[in-house]
């Protein structure tokens, strides 16, 4: 079983619209998450991170977390063109140490 | 304030040769992590270093691979004798702890080995 999994793609969603991502991951005593924007020949980026149980919203972006259900999601909101990226879901394995999924790459039409 | 600067940008390698890839943190960093990246995988953790120190080389390879961060220049990331399986993206990242919080990656360095 992978530590991380991301739903597989591509993702393509209308200008305006809700893309939804989602990750799964396997080790329970994980704490933080992160999400990561990755746009093609560039460096992963960092756009949400979520420690706790439940929503954070930043601008169009809101991160879910459940730990019960080992589940942290990624909604973006009114989604532009610009949006047209790969999303990396990351979990910590320790203090330091981050194991990230294959990534869903999602493309927002005009 | 310049981020975390990696050099070279692309490498051409032939199989046997050596390659080596430099990642300069954000000023004030002193933690540097080296992550490799497959085509169409998630990135991999390979090797953690603070100044001078290596605290966590579990995702390197034992053979070929080697890393550094000395008192004085960048991180280097040596790779001796490359294969063509060698062949992905290396990106470096650097915080000013030990926490993966506010890591800041590198533009990477992309690695071809013919």
């Known amino acids: 079983q992978k530590e991380v999994e991301q739903n597989s793609g591509p993702l393509s969603v209308p200008e305006g619209a809700i893309a939804s991502l989602n990750c799964t991951y396997s080790?329970?005593?994980?704490?933080?998450f992160f999400w990561y924007r990755q746009y093609s020949g560039k460096s992963p980026e960092l756009i949400m991170f979520i420690y706790s149980n439940g929503d954070k919203e930043d601008g169009r972006f809101t991160a879910q977390l459940n730990k019960a259900s080992q589940y942290v999601s990624l909604l973006i909101r009114d989604s532009q063109p610009s949006d047209s990226a790969t999303y990396l879901c990351a979990v910590n394995l320790d203090d330091y140490k981050l194991s990230f999924g294959a990534g869903t790459t999602v493309t927002v039409r005009a | 304030n310049a981020g975390v600067m990696q050099n070279p940008r692309h490498l051409v390698r032939r199989r046997g040769q050596e390659a080596r890839l430099r990642c300069s943190p954000v000023k004030g960093h002193s933690h540097v992590y080296w992550y490799r990246q497959l085509p169409e995988e998630g990135l991999k953790f390979m090797v953690y270093l603070q100044k001078e120190n290596i605290i966590d080389e579990s995702g390197m390879p034992k053979e070929r691979f080697s890393a550094e961060f000395p008192k004085e220049g960048p991180s280097i990331l040596r790779i001796q004798q490359v294969v063509r399986g060698d062949s992905a993206a290396y990106f470096c990242a650097s915080t000013d702890r030990g926490s993966n919080t506010e890591a800041f990656f590198g533009q990477g360095t992309r690695l071809t080995v013919v």
């Open positions: 080790d329970r005593g994980s704490q933080s």
